[in-house]
């Protein structure tokens, strides 16, 4: 098992054979408890000393399947499933830092991310500092003696733009500060996260991995490179006797007294989404990269921004990142809201919603829904302007993409 390559993982990682039937496919446990033989078996699987399930709250084998499965997907050594990908940056951050400490996040960043950490993390006393995502000097002058976390996106949303990961993660190890990236934006298909030097990962399994539009989830990864012995933060040193599995056991801890678990039945359509991810985002990069080449000849867009492109502001950080495709989110700009309303509201094939990663293309206006809460300076600074489309450009035929944002550009 070791020695499978991507696919093979993602379709068999996690889920042997169910002894009792032969099902192939993990079953939905949809169990609320689970009875143990004896007294002592049930202290046991309470304390942590047995391999075991109680309560679906704290864990769950169909949702087991799944850590297993998206684990190995990103060579971790665990991982924690939670209720959505908001949960998972929730519980990364609570699983880190309490009140009192501190935490480096990149400016560029998904509106609710930006929200939850101005908003909840900021009341629940951690401080945050959001620096400029690209200069590897702002991580350095950021951080302070009770800096618990640097965290960025893989591809920041909406600007689009690729962090140098290798170089911020030297900078996180010499300071000894785990190093979080949040890969939902391309999927450990496309980036391989481990590799360039995180220590965790956290994803929205809502997006590319589901694919399906079916099942909201979230997961927290340990990428098995950080010593938690030397993390000095209340959450981690209470549970230092679980050694190495010590970030794992804070998470989940913190999902448990939180709530914020994953339902067995996302967990399952999960599971069946992931078996085609490898070829869901090969499809999502080419489509992607044929409707931005197209986009960047038309009259009436004025900028085209997608991370495949030849001339991406970091395109050598892609090169180096994503050597197999950059998913399928791009953004443009027809030179007023007016327009990008007219534009959004003319498309026939694209759904006009906020999800992303889909099989279906999906538009949408960021500034006055994912951003509407944001001052003006801080929309400008995230890249979200007043005329911007993003795009979630979805598995179909791309002639068919491209004829339908030609006419929809048409009414504009």
């Known amino acids: 098992m070791k020695n499978w390559k991507f696919e093979t993982k993602a379709i068999h990682g996690g889920t042997p054979i169910e002894k009792s039937t032969g099902a192939t496919k993990t079953p939905v446990y949809q169990s609320t408890a689970f009875a143990a033989e004896t007294a002592k078996d049930l202290e046991a699987i309470f304390k942590g000393n047995k391999y075991g399930f109680y309560y679906t709250r704290s864990a769950n084998p169909t949702v087991a399947a799944l850590e297993s499965r998206v684990s190995q ?76 976390l640097i965290f960025i996106e893989a591809v920041g949303n909406p600007k689009l733009d690729v962090p140098d990961i290798s170089a911020i993660s030297q900078v996180a190890r010499k300071a000894k500060i785990p190093f979080a990236v949040d890969n939902t934006f391309v999927s450990p298909y496309l980036l391989d996260a481990k590799a360039l030097g995180a220590d965790i990962v956290v994803t929205a399994s809502t997006k590319y991995l589901c694919g399906g539009n079916s099942a909201v989830g979230g997961l927290v990864i340990d990428l098995g490179r950080f010593n938690w012995a030397s993390h000095g933060s209340v959450p981690i040193t209470e549970l230092k006797k679980f050694g190495d599995q010590a970030f794992l056991a804070a998470a989940k801890k913190v999902r448990g007294n939180s709530g914020n678990a994953l339902s067995p ?87 006009n919603s906020v999800n992303l990663g889909d099989t279906r293309t999906m538009v949408v206006h960021p500034g006055e829904t994912i951003y509407r809460n944001l001052s003006a300076q801080e929309k400008d600074d995230a890249g979200v302007y007043a005329d911007l489309v993003r795009v979630s450009v979805g598995i179909e035929n791309s002639d068919d993409i491209i004829a339908d944002f030609e006419q929809a550009l048409g009414e504009v």
């Open 73 to 148: 997907l990103e060579s971790g050594v665990g991982a924690v499933a939670v209720a959505s990908g908001m949960a998972a940056i929730t519980t990364l951050i609570f699983s880190l830092a309490t009140s009192g400490d501190h935490i480096i996040v990149s400016k560029s960043l998904f509106g609710s991310t930006y929200y939850l950490i101005n908003g909840l993390i900021k009341n629940s006393g951690i401080e945050a500092t959001f620096v400029d995502t690209l200069s590897i000097d702002s991580y350095k002058d950021a951080i302070k003696d009770n800096t618990r």
């Open 265 to 351: 039945q996302n967990a399952f359509l999960t599971l069946t989404g992931i078996e085609t991810l490898h070829l869901r985002v090969e499809r999502h990069s080419e489509n992607a990269l044929a409707v931005a080449t197209f986009l960047k000849t038309h009259p009436k867009v004025s900028s085209v921004t997608y991370p495949g492109l030849p001339d991406h502001p970091t395109a050598t950080n892609v090169k180096k990142q994503l050597p197999k495709g950059c998913a399928g989110m791009l953004s443009f700009r027809v030179g007023s809201q007016e327009n990008a309303y007219a534009f959004i509201d003319a498309t026939k094939l694209a759904d």
